[in-house]
Each structure stands twice: as structure tokens, then as C-alpha cells.
């Protein structure tokens, strides 16, 4: 009788989680601990120690997940450009059939709302950005390549119906991405300067109508 009490208590206990679900945790939270530090300090500025103790992980645990910091900031770019495809491939399922036009400037707006939703985008390739590295070499050819070829086309494509003013197509690429993200990179900045939260939801969408009616005075988004 005891003995069948004692395993249907058993029975009836949540069961503890499993070591590799711990450790998917574990690695889970090293990551987002190593984005926000290497977009605030930088790659050499964000110590592993200070990453450890931001994910609350044991500084030895480090190296079971990343055998390097290299190697862990290559997981951090992976996650922040992940989500910036996937923010991109969700909103494209919920357009209709519309003119290029309204296309791009709906894609425009998301990029907007995108930067105001991950500052750390911005912050992330300003800091790894202004000098040459291996690290910078595997950053575009990964990343920000796929990501300019795809925006390259849509410009040129707007260009030719005269969306868009003439121009070479990086710099009209260099010109809206810095434009959406900067109050959003800078908010501390923004915040003294104006004494306003740039992230406010009536803010971000006042800075998509501002930048809509600077490279596309069309349509309404």
C-alpha cells in the first residue's frame, strides 16, 4: 500500500527539466546577454565575464556553449539579423496585391518600426563597423550583403518608375538606414536633446511619415 502511494506521488510530481533543455536555456541566455553587450561595448568593450554575469551563467560554463567569444558573437549577429528576416518575411505575408509603390513604401515602414523595436541593430554594426576585421569581412558577406542586394534591387526598381530621386543605390541604401535607425541608436542622445521618448509608439509612427514624405511623398502608409 505504501509502495503504491509512493509512486503514484511520483507519478503526480512535475517532471524536472531535462539537462538539455537546461542547457538550450543556458545558451539561450548567453546569447541575448552577448548582443546587448557586444551593440553597447563592443566586441573587445564586452568582456566574457560581464556576459556571464548578465545571462546569470557561471563564467566556467561559458566555453561548454561557445569554444570561443568569436564564436559567440557570430551567434549574436545570427540572432539579430535572424529576427530581422523573420520581422521581414511576417510582414510580407499580410500584404495584398499592391503597386510597387505602396510596396515599397510599406517596406520602408517596417524598417522603421523594426529599428525603433531593436535599437541594438544599428548599435551592433556601428560598433563592429568602423574598422576592418575578419569579423566585419564574415558580418557582410553573411548578412549585409544578402540584405543590401535585396533592398539594391527594390531601389533601382523605384529609381526606374521615378519613385525614388536618381542616384548610385548604396547611398540611397546608406541614406534610409540611417535615417530609420539613428533616434532609435542614439535614444539616450534624442531623449536629453528633446526631452521626448523617441521609442514612443505616436513618435515612431510620426518619424515613418517624416521619413515617407523625405524619399517617397506619395502614399499614405
Do not use: C, N
Not at 134 to 142: D, F, H, K, Q, Y
Not at 145 to 173: K, T
Not at 177 to 195: D, F, H, Q, W
Amino acid at each position: 500500500m505504501g509502495q503504491a502511494r509512493t509512486l503514484r506521488k511520483k507519478a503526480a510530481a512535475p517532471p524536472a527539466r531535462r539537462p538539455q533543455q537546461r542547457s538550450a536555456d543556458t545558451r539561450e541566455r548567453l546569447v541575448e546577454a552577448g548582443l546587448a553587450l557586444f551593440a553597447a561595448r563592443g566586441f573587445e568593450g564586452a568582456t566574457t565575464r560581464a556576459i556571464a554575469e548578465r545571462a546569470g551563467v557561471a563564467l566556467a560554463a561559458l566555453p561548454y556553449h561557445f569554444e570561443t567569444k568569436d564564436a559567440l558573437w557570430r551567434a549574436a549577429a545570427d540572432r539579430l539579423f535572424g529576427r530581422l528576416r523573420q520581422s521581414f518575411q511576417d510582414w510580407s505575408r499580410t500584404l495584398g496585391p499592391i503597386d510597387r509603390r505602396d510596396r515599397f513604401r510599406r517596406l520602408f515602414a517596417e524598417l522603421v518600426r523594426f529599428a525603433a523595436r531593436h535599437p541594438e541593430l544599428h548599435r551592433f554594426m556601428l560598433q563592429e563597423g568602423t574598422g576592418p576585421s575578419p569579423r566585419l569581412a564574415w558580418l557582410v558577406e553573411t548578412h549585409v550583403r544578402p540584405l543590401f542586394d535585396g533592398m539594391r534591387g527594390q531601389i533601382v526598381e523605384a529609381q526606374r518608375e521615378r519613385l525614388l530621386p536618381p542616384g548610385r543605390p548604396e547611398h540611397l541604401f546608406y541614406a534610409m538606414i540611417g535615417a530609420a535607425s539613428m533616434p532609435y541608436a542614439v535614444a539616450p542622445e534624442y531623449k536629453l536633446l528633446t526631452r521626448d521618448d523617441p521609442s514612443r509608439p505616436a513618435r515612431i509612427e510620426e518619424h515613418v511619415e517624416t521619413l515617407l514624405g523625405l524619399f517617397l511623398p506619395v502614399l499614405p502608409v
